[in-house]
């Protein structure tokens, strides 16, 4: 077999390797600049990886600079992980796990404790560590089922604002306002520039409103396009897809509902990567009218330094747990934890549960107890008493969610 080589890309092989990872994608290659020059905004020199077969640029991966709010509050410095490819042409040589290897590598020498990612296909990333660490439900509303209960909250107003000011805008307001939940990550520059490039100024249908409160702070934002069947009003269907909401408090997200619903002419709202706890239904008069087509696997989460991230969250009232943790993938993160109200520290007492590194990504936010994953033969229980105490340690005031698709 051909050695495969991995290394830091130059600013000059960036290109190639966006253009790499849009055809691993199956997506149409387009040779027009001005979405390159948006996109490479969020290539960072020294976070771009590639892979090669022959001095032949066969396979990529990128990290972004970002940070993830974990239970407690604390926000860690994390790499939010995308632009991951390998040519058609090239897969199950090794690329892949060559690309993963350096750049997890290259995270811990940082000293960034986390990583995440939105996985394409979820059999491939358990295997580097990553486990899933939060859900999304996809909810839609019929405009005949639209009205809003009179004891909702209400209050404030929302405007429509055009891309050059929701560029200006939504960077400062979305680090505001986002906190508060386990899962929340931050938006960097390059996010936002390209998330921002589908507007209708730029010729795209993307549409913005924010809210503001009833002394005029802004406090939510929603990134909304209408999709119409036809032409001929009363024909076919215009619905909302909502793809970006956000508000501070419920007040701000009920009246971005509110006004969303409301929009002449549409016959539905539909809108993905929605909180698992969102009270939508009890917002509504009839909340038979909102209904969830469908539960996502939203952020997936990798513990690069296992002893830095599992000090750094909080922790629920219960007696101490000793876990084992087994990460064949960065050994150094190997070994036994003792986990307990006061935080976690690396010890060499016998282990009470036992796990893979995947496992904790998917227990580290509280999506999901440690007893459902024993029951699922994940969690190994070498002391039956020590289950009950990680469900309760683990547990999070909140279902974690992230909401922010890169």
Same mark, same amino acid.
């Given at each position: 077999?051909?050695?495969?080589?991995?290394?830091?890309?130059?600013?000059?092989?960036?290109?190639?390797?966006?253009?790499?990872? +849009?055809?691993? +994608?199956?997506?149409?290659?387009?040779?027009?600049?001005? !979405?390159?020059?948006?996109?490479?905004?969020?290539?960072?020199?020294?976070?771009?990886?590639?892979?090669?077969?022959? %001095?032949?640029? #066969?396979?990529?991966?990128?990290?972004?600079?970002?940070?993830?709010?974990?239970? %407690?509050?604390?926000?860690?410095? #994390?790499? &939010?992980?995308?632009?991951?490819?390998?040519?058609?042409?090239?897969?199950?040589?090794?690329?892949?796990?060559?690309?993963?290897?350096?750049?997890?590598?290259?995270? !811990?020498?940082?000293?960034?404790?986390?990583?995440?990612?939105?996985?394409?296909?979820?059999?491939?990333?358990? !295997?580097?560590?990553?486990?899933?660490?939060?859900?999304?439900?996809?909810?839609?509303?019929? !405009?005949?089922?639209?009205?809003?209960?009179?004891?909702?909250?209400?209050?404030?107003?929302?405007? +429509?604002?055009?891309?050059?000011?929701?560029?200006?805008? =939504?960077?400062?307001?979305? $680090?505001?306002?986002? &906190?508060?939940?386990?899962?929340?990550?931050?938006?960097?520059?390059? @996010?936002?520039?390209?998330? =921002? &490039?589908?507007?209708?100024? *730029?010729?795209? #249908?993307?549409?913005?409103?924010?809210?503001?409160?009833?002394?005029?702070?802004?406090?939510?934002?929603?990134?909304?396009?209408?999709?119409?069947?036809?032409?001929?009003?009363?024909?076919?269907?215009?619905?909302?897809?909502? $793809?970006?909401?956000? %508000?501070?408090?419920?007040?701000?997200?009920?009246?971005?509902?509110?006004?969303?619903?409301?929009?002449?002419?549409?016959?539905?709202?539909?809108?993905?990567?929605?909180?698992?706890?969102?009270?939508?239904? @009890?917002?509504?008069?009839?909340?038979?009218?909102?209904?969830?087509?469908?539960?996502?696997?939203?952020? @997936?989460?990798?513990?690069?330094?296992?002893?830095?991230?599992?000090?750094?969250?909080?922790?629920?009232?219960?007696?101490?747990?000793?876990?084992?943790?087994?990460?064949?993938?960065?050994?150094?993160?190997?070994?036994?934890?003792?986990?307990?109200?006061?935080?976690?520290?690396?010890?060499?007492?016998?282990?009470?549960?036992?796990?893979?590194?995947?496992?904790? %990504?998917?227990?580290?936010?509280?999506?999901?107890?440690? $007893?459902?994953?024993?029951?699922? *033969?994940?969690?190994?229980?070498?002391?039956?008493?020590? +289950?009950?105490?990680?469900?309760?340690?683990?547990?999070?005031?909140?279902?974690? @969610?992230?909401?922010?698709?890169?």
């Amino acid at each position: 077999m051909t050695d495969v080589d991995v290394r830091p890309l130059a600013e000059s092989e960036y290109r190639p390797s966006f253009d790499l990872f +849009l055809a691993s +994608l199956h997506e149409p290659q387009r040779t027009g600049d001005e !979405r390159w020059q948006r996109s490479s905004t969020r290539y960072e020199p020294g976070r771009v990886f590639g892979a090669f077969l022959d %001095g032949e640029l #066969a396979g990529t991966a990128l990290s972004m600079t970002s940070a993830l709010e974990v239970p %407690g509050g604390a926000v860690l410095p #994390a790499a &939010a992980v995308t632009g991951v490819g390998v040519r058609a042409d090239r897969t199950r040589r090794g690329l892949l796990r060559g690309l993963m290897r350096a750049q997890l590598t290259e995270l !811990r020498e940082r000293g960034e404790p986390l990583a995440v990612l939105h996985a394409s296909e979820t059999r491939i990333y358990p !295997r580097f560590g990553y486990g899933l660490g939060t859900r999304s439900q996809r909810v839609q509303v019929a !405009r005949t089922h639209a009205e809003l209960r009179p004891d909702a909250p209400i209050g404030g107003q929302v405007r +429509l604002v055009d891309g050059p000011a929701a560029e200006k805008l =939504l960077p400062e307001l979305y $680090s505001r306002i986002a &906190a508060g939940r386990p899962g929340l990550i931050a938006r960097g520059e390059g @996010w936002w520039t390209t998330r =921002l &490039a589908g507007t209708v100024e *730029n010729g795209g #249908a993307l549409r913005v409103a924010v809210r503001s409160d009833d002394s005029g702070t802004d406090d939510g934002f929603a990134l909304w396009e209408p999709s119409k069947t036809d032409h001929h009003f009363g024909d076919g269907s215009i619905r909302i897809l909502v $793809s970006d909401m956000h %508000g501070a408090d419920d007040a701000a997200t009920a009246s971005l509902w509110r006004f969303l619903l409301g929009l002449d002419l549409a016959t539905s709202v539909i809108a993905v990567d929605r909180p698992l706890d969102e009270p939508l239904p @009890w917002w509504l008069a009839d909340r038979r009218g909102c209904g969830v087509d469908r539960v996502d696997d939203d952020l @997936w989460v990798r513990l690069v330094d296992v002893p830095a991230a599992l000090a750094a969250r909080s922790y629920g009232a219960a007696e101490p747990v000793v876990v084992e943790v087994r990460d064949p993938f960065l050994p150094q993160n190997s070994g036994r934890y003792r986990i307990g109200p006061g935080g976690a520290e690396p010890v060499a007492d016998a282990p009470q549960l036992g796990l893979d590194v995947d496992v904790l %990504g998917s227990l580290y936010l509280g999506d999901v107890r440690p $007893s459902t994953l024993a029951a699922a *033969n994940r969690v190994e229980v070498h002391e039956p008493s020590a +289950l009950a105490a990680a469900d309760r340690l683990f547990a999070a005031a909140r279902p974690p @969610w992230c909401g922010t698709q890169f």
